[in-house]
């Protein structure tokens, strides 16, 4: 019996079939067992002759929250949608971790509702991995979570990121620094100014950080801002990446003595930004409750999946939990 | 007689020899005056044979805010200061826009204090050009004037940008966009909710956009923020493309079949890569101010000199800052 892992099978713009078929590859690669949790005649659908071979369980659920439905509304309506009964079903431990590409929202709604907020944490932050180039990823808390922070909770988002960050990347001290609009002291808006105070009790804690020290190794493994400036920061770096990537490949398009160039070096191009490849980084996890839920991006193909399967394993056999209950306890 | 543009020789991580570089090719190449301010002496030392050429004049200042320096203390205290005396040549007719490459928070208090504020702009914002390839810049407003924003203010930034935009690249109607956490109507954190309902009232706006739609056109041709999210934006451009830009080169130097590609591509793709040269954008223009006053990036070359002093002498021409005061006063 592996571990159990609850997929939410309709989450995703290309769910349920690459959403399924991540699921059956990761109970291959990972040694998994995977609940499959949607409408089961259509997750059928995408099974092998409609059965479910070894390490594969289904459950059924009815409903569906869409990527643009009102995320905390559905959570309470839909009692059966695939994205709340994943919820349920690590809350009941039926399963030890959730997965969801779909609505991030919801799933964040239907993993504090359902498995709750771990004690002394006042609100959630989702630690999503920033791709650095020849090393460790940084963890970027909150991308999303909670788009009105106060100090108190930038702090606690970097408490509970430095210690998740030190599971997932198996540092003994991962550095935290205070993203802002300069690196020296006094810099920042009211919200910065009270953090980078209170900042100073964190171990680790390096002070501001910059937009540039983003992708970057050297400066800090986790880098904390509120949730509007982390979901700003990570669609800019997607929007960037794509813009001057699309140069490159219009540069390596426009010549015959390019195209001949291009034929050497795009393979070689294409295996380097697999390191930007978001359906290879492994998907973000919810930092403060009181269960493993990982959150896949929207776009999640089957590979992406099987690496957000893998983050959520490692973090229940790392006791992510535990250590983020300690780190937050520890600190009074 | 050209227009006259006050130069800070002082100022920026390159000053004074590119900036008095700059200074002097911009006279040659746009027809401006240069008032050169800083050093008497010092400067000097950069015009060949200390002499100044047709075109140039010299304003000595004796003391200089270095990058680090808080900037409003020493704006008020440093009365002698090159930055402060670019700004008084603007507010007594000596010259008709100032351009500095040193401390952004510097140039923009002495602006203010010396220049004054536009009637009815509360606080100011700096329009900084991102590059779209293969189409005009986007305005980002603001890059970092205000870092604590209100609702209101917003809005001024709005108008102030679009105004700014249509000049700047000879728009008929700029679209107007509001930096979110997503394009939905409802999302945001409690500013953007009370901002997107303003914006409403102004011309060209478009609703929210995402970090993913910067550097990319169709979508705004201005993106407005407070100034903490916006020097964010700037800076996590930078290291973006930077980070990708090192992988790619990596790439082309890997073996010696890369190394014959380079030849090809390299050149090619340095070229393509101008349009995200920082030296070549142009830089900032401090909108809400009662003058033209431009802002280059810290480590500006001569290059850069050139392309800030044309950014300059457009707003002159194009009367920028009636523009902007007629979209702030038609705003009532």
């Keep these: 019996m592996g571990t159990t892992i609850a997929i939410d099978a309709m989450g995703g713009d290309r769910a349920p079939g690459e959403i399924v078929a991540g699921a059956l590859l990761a109970v291959e690669e990972l040694g998994i067992d995977a609940l499959l949790v949607g409408r089961e005649e259509i997750v059928r659908e995408h099974l092998p002759g409609g059965d479910t071979p070894p390490g594969v369980k289904l459950l059924d659920a009815r409903e569906v929250i ?13 009692k059966d949608a695939s994205v709340v009964r994943c919820a349920n079903a ?3 431990g039926d399963a030890s971790a959730m997965v969801s590409a779909g609505n991030t929202g919801a799933a964040m709604a239907a993993a504090l509702l359902r498995l709750g ?11 999503v991995p920033i791709p650095v180039p020849g090393d460790h990823h940084q ?11 106060t100090a108190d909770w930038l702090v606690q988002f970097a408490r509970m990121g430095r210690a998740y960050a030190q599971l997932r990347y198996g540092l003994a001290e991962a550095t935290v620094g205070l993203l802002s609009n300069g690196e020296e002291a006094g810099k920042g808006d ?3 100014k009270q953090a980078a105070a209170l900042l100073e009790a964190v171990p680790g804690y390096v002070g501001n950080v910059e937009g540039r020290d983003f992708m970057h190794s050297g400066r800090a493994d986790v880098i904390v801002t ?3 400036t982390g979901n700003v920061v990570l669609k800019t770096i997607e929007g960037a990446l794509r813009s001057l990537a699309g140069l490159v490949f219009t540069v390596l398009e426009s010549t015959p003595e390019t195209r001949d160039a291009s034929k050497v070096v795009t393979p070689l191009l294409l295996d380097a930004a697999n390191v930007f490849d978001p359906d290879l980084t492994g998907g973000g996890l919810l930092l403060g409750v009181n269960g493993v839920c990982v959150i896949s991006h929207g776009s999640s193909s089957a590979r992406a999946i099987v690496c957000a399967a893998k983050v959520a394993l490692d973090a229940v056999e790392g ?14």
Tied chains: 1, 2.
């Design 319 to 332: 006791n992510a939990v535990d250590r983020i209950k300690e780190a937050v306890v520890d600190a009074g």
């Design 226 to 228: 509120d949730g509007f």
């Design 190 to 192: 009211e919200l910065r």
């Design 90 to 92: 690590v809350r009941d």
């Design 139 to 149: 963890l970027l808390v909150d991308a999303g979570a909670t788009v009105d922070a």
């Design 117 to 127: 907020r771990i004690r002394g944490v006042a609100r959630p932050a989702i630690a």
């Design 66 to 78: 869409a990527m643009d439905d009102d995320p905390a509304r559905s959570v309470r309506t839909r």
